[in-house]
């Protein structure tokens, strides 16, 4: 039987990324993920409830305040609805970044004590945002029913918009997640850049308010591109947000491999960080 | 060298020592980026230079072949650089300097227990540490009742191991660990967990792995264990490597010469312990045969010897001896009152030994303090803590481990009393 022969040396430059590795240690990948999730059901008298609950009750606020006083256009749905389907991937979003930006800090007795890839860590702490999604995209479809909306074909296209949303919460969470190591400063900037980013997602507001070219570079922000697809697919918004999509897809894209590599070129410091 | 497991070549690592500010704050890395020259000159003002001053040697040139099947104990104080090596191998941290080839998978026990969660009953902990240490879900499956019939849990298994005690808490985890299909199994001092019977069925199944041919790395304090596991060993201080050979020389010249306290002092003529009326010069621990010996068998008789000055003094000073045990327990002490015939001469360097008969310590490590008075009018002209330091060992008990006195024997002393035993004519007869 040949046997592996592993090379330990400094490393240097443009790393191989080794993503190989990644998939040999897939089982650890899901049960790790399954640990957050088993204990989080353990721990919390709600449990999944809470999957629920915190877009729920944000759904509730943005209807009473941005649509019923501050009655800002909801692309002629009912802006519960119209709010709620955006809120689904960015409650997930939101989750998995906060899971991330502190999946390598609080697993520091397996980092520094266990050798397996590290990329493992934020990739499980996404992947656990999973089960809340579903649990909170069935009461979307719930609403759905409750406001008779009926689907267009568009709905086939909701599986690739799930994925945008996975890429760039993947994305930003590994970013988070590295830089958290580095500089504790990022724990407390991180719930004002959360709520910034909020407001500059169209979550409460379409973003059929601002015209193109404006619109298509909206999508820099990827999030704007993930929400506005859900919309598109699941509720038959006017028109196909082409170019808004164009762009979000590429800039997760690049975030995500930008993340992976430099996660990659500072991942053998961890152990000496924590 | 077709068949090696482990080489190392010359490697090294280093730690970065933060001076002042902490190194990789946001404010610095903005400050760096913002303003690059400013930063540089502010390096410079302070007179640091980062590429020299501020480094940290914990591994030095550190190079070694160990071929398959061997069992190699690494040994070193605290600090030496054993643990850094074998997060190395482990590719837990890369070396600074210098290059590894390890052939085949690794086993890794650094900590017991690494990934286990309190919230999880003891059956779903034994799956995740299980596929932390690297076993597949298949694997660990079919081993699912080994591992709890090792770990002697049975009752407990589905219970959140919040509520284990400590002893179940690392018996689950080193039967997890004790499961594991490596090639090269990698543990640092974890043994020394649990009550004896557990620990001698962990040494079972190390000894298990070392002769089914795996590679074995094992760090310990414990001479004793190292001794009966291991056939080679890497003596470690301040980061380098200061030996490479069999076991038994590695831990007689680690217990001689790297051990904290040794078990011979001299002073140099301006550090003299005492005053103007007592200097104290040397002190040693010695056997019969007048060697200075830093380990000493049960049934050996040992001396200490004390060599010291004394100068206007009119009577005779009182020098007695403390000793303690590894745990600071005060065993006794002797003092040389009644002891002297001859008057005192003045200047004149006294040699006094203090003779310790055999089979009255216990093993381990016995720590002196010493100390000089008079007692009229009462003075202390020398107190010396933790002067010297020698170690009692069981010969036997080296070979006899496994026997039924293996082990230490219990309370802190062990002296050889006398027993009568005589028979006597029976009275009673036991049933026919």
Redesign the interface.
């Known amino acids: 039987m040949k046997k592996k022969i592993h090379i330990r040396e400094p490393s240097c430059g443009w790393i191989n990324l080794n993503l190989y590795e990644l998939w040999e240690f897939r089982e650890l990948l899901f049960i790790l993920a399954w640990r957050d999730v088993s204990v989080r059901y353990k721990q919390t008298l709600l449990g999944g409830l809470w999957a629920i609950i915190q877009p729920f009750v944000t759904m509730v606020i943005f209807s009473v305040v941005f649509g019923r006083l501050a009655k800002i256009p909801s692309d002629n749905i009912p802006y519960p609805i119209f709010s709620y389907a955006a809120l689904v991937p960015w409650s997930f979003f939101v989750n998995s970044l906060n899971k991330s930006s502190l999946s390598l800090i609080s697993n520091t007795n397996l980092i520094t004590k266990v050798y397996f890839p590290r990329l493992i860590l934020p990739f499980s702490a996404v992947i656990v945002g999973i089960v809340d999604f579903f649990i909170a995209f069935i009461i979307l479809l719930i609403m759905m029913i409750f406001y008779g909306i009926i689907p267009t074909l568009a709905l086939i296209y909701l599986p690739f918009f799930i994925l945008l949303t996975l890429i760039t919460s993947l994305g930003i969470g590994i970013w988070i997640a590295t830089l958290n190591v580095k500089f504790y400063d990022l724990q407390n900037a991180f719930p004002f850049i959360i709520q910034a980013w909020m407001f500059i997602t169209p979550i409460a507001y379409p973003s059929s308010l601002l015209k193109e070219p404006w619109r298509s570079l909206y999508g820099l922000n990827p999030m704007a591109g993930v929400v506005e697809g859900f919309r598109w697919a699941l509720l038959g918004t006017n028109a196909f947000p082409g170019g808004i999509l164009i762009v979000s897809s590429v800039s997760a894209c690049v975030v995500l491999i930008c993340g992976i590599f430099y996660f990659k070129r500072v991942e053998h410091t961890f152990a000496d960080f924590l | 060298m077709k068949n090696f497991s482990i080489t190392a070549e010359n490697?090294g690592k280093h730690?970065q020592i933060k001076t002042g500010q902490r190194y990789?704050?946001?404010?610095e890395?903005i400050n760096r980026i913002i303003n690059p020259f400013h930063y540089r000159k502010k390096l410079r003002s302070n007179s640091i230079d980062r590429k020299t001053d501020n480094k940290i040697w914990a591994l030095k040139d550190i190079s070694f072949t160990i071929s398959h099947g061997e069992v190699v104990g690494l040994i070193g104080r605290n600090g030496a650089g054993k643990s850094t090596l074998l997060?190395?191998?482990?590719?837990?941290?890369?070396?600074?300097?210098?290059?590894?080839?390890?052939?085949?998978?690794?086993g890794?026990l650094?900590?017991v227990g690494?990934?286990f969660?309190p919230?999880?009953t003891g059956r779903?902990n034994i799956?995740?540490s299980g596929?932390?240490?690297?076993l597949?879900?298949v694997d660990i499956k079919s081993r699912l009742d080994e591992i709890i019939a090792f770990a002697e849990i049975e009752a407990f298994i589905d219970t959140?191991i919040k509520y284990y005690s400590s002893g179940m808490y690392t018996r689950l985890a080193f039967a997890v660990a004790a499961h594991m299909v490596v090639?090269i199994l990698i543990v640092d001092e974890i043994l020394s967990v649990g009550d004896i019977a557990f620990q001698k069925k962990c040494l079972g199944k190390m000894d298990e792995a070392a002769s089914d041919g795996r590679t074995v790395l094992f760090v310990s304090h414990n001479m004793a264990t190292i001794k009966r596991l291991c056939n080679r060993g890497i003596l470690f201080h301040q980061g380098k490597m200061i030996m490479d050979a069999t076991i038994e020389n590695i831990v007689s010249q680690y217990l001689n010469n790297y051990c904290n306290t040794p078990s011979q002092r001299k002073w140099t003529s301006f550090e003299f312990p005492g005053n103007n009326h007592v200097k104290l010069l040397s002190i040693r621990a010695k056997n019969l045969q007048d060697k200075t010996i830093q380990t000493i068998d049960i049934q050996e008789t040992v001396g200490i010897e004390i060599i010291y000055q004394i100068n206007a003094l009119q009577q005779w000073p009182v020098v007695i001896v403390h000793f303690m045990n590894a745990e600071w327990l005060h065993l006794f002490s002797s003092h040389d009152y009644y002891k002297h015939s001859s008057f005192i001469q003045t200047s004149n360097e006294i040699c006094e030994t203090c003779w310790i008969p055999g089979q009255l310590f216990n093993q381990g490590r016995i720590f002196i303090h010493l100390e000089i008075s008079s007692l009229s009018p009462q003075k202390k002209h020398v107190n010396v803590k933790d002067a010297i330091s020698f170690e009692v060992i069981d010969q036997r008990c080296l070979e006899e481990m496994k026997g039924p006195f293996g082990g230490q024997w219990p309370g802190v002393l062990r002296p050889d009393l006398k027993w009568d035993i005589k028979q006597n004519k029976t009275i009673f007869c036991f049933s026919q």
């Open positions: 490697i730690y990789g704050t946001l404010k890395t997060k190395i191998i482990a590719g837990i941290t890369t070396p600074s300097c210098g290059k590894a080839k390890v052939v085949g998978k690794i890794c650094l900590e690494a990934g969660h919230f999880l779903e799956f995740l596929s932390v240490l690297g597949s879900r959140q090639d």
